[in-house]
């Protein structure tokens, strides 16, 4: 059990950076695997970014963000960070943060319907 909630969005122009944070509740963190998942208007939830239960752990990335956008986590502080750079308009959505228990192959991590545990989502809107 974990609850989850993020902040950081904002309104921001083309080639800006945004840090989001995602803030988890209860002592076991660590035994999650947590994902980003992005949902413009009109269009389906999509994979962003996600990383194993460990601080530094393996992380993956949609096409769309790869190197532009990096996950991390801090167990300590029981939170996940998406650092997102040379935004672009494409980038604009309600970005969600996202958490399953354990360890969980990549293809998991990659659907938004395999994970348990959802924040209430953050704005960001990047204007051209």
């Known amino acids: 059990q974990v609850q989850l909630v993020e902040s950081g969005g904002g309104l921001v122009q083309a080639g800006d950076s945004l840090r989001l944070s995602c803030a988890a509740s209860g002592r076991t963190f660590n035994l999650y695997s947590t994902g980003w998942f992005r949902q413009a208007p009109g269009k389906e939830r999509e994979f962003v970014t996600a990383?194993?239960?460990?601080?530094?752990?393996?992380?993956y990335y949609a096409d769309s963000v790869k190197g532009r956008f990096t996950i991390s986590r801090d167990n300590g502080k029981n939170t996940l960070y998406l650092q997102m750079n040379s935004l672009k308009p494409e980038d604009t959505a309600i970005y969600y943060c996202?958490?399953?228990?354990?360890?969980?192959?990549?293809?998991?991590?990659?659907?938004?319907?395999?994970?348990?545990?959802w924040g209430q989502g953050t704005q960001v809107t990047v204007s051209s």
């Open positions: 996202a958490a399953n228990y354990g360890y969980r192959l990549s293809a998991e991590l990659r659907d938004w319907l395999k994970f348990e545990h």
């Open positions: 990383i194993d239960l460990r601080s530094g752990g393996t992380t």
